[in-house]
């Protein structure tokens, strides 16, 4: 099971950390996400860790940004996401997939997804 919890309302240029807190099972070998949808549009992908290691992947609007991380004592995965825009505001969705190598932007690589968090970013 995920959980995500931090969502909020902000003003362009401000920050924001999202925390999605993982139980029920272990995700040690599993790559964990970030993905955002905004309303009338696909879900997109942000940002991506493999559990073991830490290798991390940025989508190209967020690079510089917004950085993912994860506590492996607290089983909790994060996104801090800083100079944020109004074009930011979507739902943010935590998920995770079994990882085997490659690359993990598309939703079909992942099998667990929280509930989501709204991020509203006014100008």
């Known amino acids: 099971q995920l959980v995500e919890s931090g969502g909020g309302t902000v003003q362009a240029g401000e920050s924001l950390r999202l925390s999605c807190a993982a139980s029920?099972?272990?995700?040690?070998?599993?790559?964990m996400g970030w993905f955002r949808q905004a309303p009338g549009k696909e879900r997109e992908f942000v940002a991506a860790?493999?559990?073991?290691?830490?290798?991390?992947y940025y989508s190209d609007s967020v690079k510089g940004r917004f950085t993912i991380s994860r506590d492996n004592a607290k089983s909790t995965l994060y996104l801090q996401m800083n100079s944020l825009k109004p074009e930011d505001t979507a739902v943010y969705y935590c998920?995770?997939?079994?990882?085997?190598?490659?690359?993990?932007?598309?939703?079909?690589?992942?099998?667990?997804w929280g509930q989501g968090a709204q991020v509203t970013v006014s100008s």
């Open positions: 998920a995770a997939g079994p990882y085997y190598g490659g690359t993990y932007y598309t939703p079909e690589k992942y099998d667990v």
């Open positions: 029920g099972r272990t995700f040690w070998n599993y790559v």
């Open positions: 860790i493999v559990w073991v290691g830490g290798l991390t």
